[in-house]
């Protein structure tokens, strides 16, 4: 019975948040870093496009967290070192100078996330052979006050490279190499 006040409470709480005005609106750079993120795939079917990308992820390194292939999603990770020459020479200047230590980066993970779902026809049925992927790319870097700094990463080389590998790995799955 005690716990009835703090539930209204919260009730009352989670009522007053408002989402600002334009969090939903699509801009131009959004539309391009979904451009650079999606590639569409025809003739493969999806548990076979899923284990393409998957064979290429453990090619560049990276640990498969989680796949489910019913619903079309695969997660990985790595771990790096993130110590940037930079960062430490700044914080050598600083500290000579008096200011004291200085954080820096010192390992990171980095996180991938794939999602594959079917292209639909003009009528909205899915089409079977075809469909699109889309990768993200994020890193987490852990630095030395035991702070984090999280950055989704978007170089158009990272994302070409990926779907460059992933395309040969298509060709090599289409043909049970």
Not at 59 to 84: H, I, M, P, W, Y
Not at 105 to 118: E, G, M, N, W, Y
Not at 124 to 141: C, E, I, N, P, Y
Not at 145 to 172: G, H, W
């Amino acid at each position: 019975m005690k716990k009835l006040p703090i539930l209204i409470g919260a009730l009352f709480l989670a009522g007053c948040v408002t989402v600002p005005p334009n969090t939903f609106v699509v801009t131009p750079e959004l539309l391009q870093q979904r451009q650079l993120e999606t590639r569409r795939y025809d003739g493969i079917k999806e548990a076979d496009l899923i284990t393409a990308s998957a064979n290429v992820l453990q090619d560049l390194g990276f640990n498969l967290e989680n796949s489910e292939t019913k619903l079309g999603v695969l997660t990985a990770s790595k771990q790096r070192d993130a110590t940037n020459g930079g960062e430490v020479a700044a914080a050598i200047i600083v500290a000579l100078l008096g200011g004291g230590a200085m954080a820096i980066s010192k390992d990171q993970t980095i996180r991938v996330a794939l999602v594959v779902r079917p292209v639909n026809d003009s009528s909205g049925k899915a089409m079977s052979d075809s469909h699109f992927v889309r990768v993200t790319f994020q890193r987490l870097v852990r630095r030395t006050d035991n702070s984090t700094i999280a950055q989704t990463l978007r170089e158009p080389e990272l994302y070409q490279d990926f779907y460059e590998r992933v395309s040969k790995s298509v060709f090599l799955e289409a043909q049970k190499i």
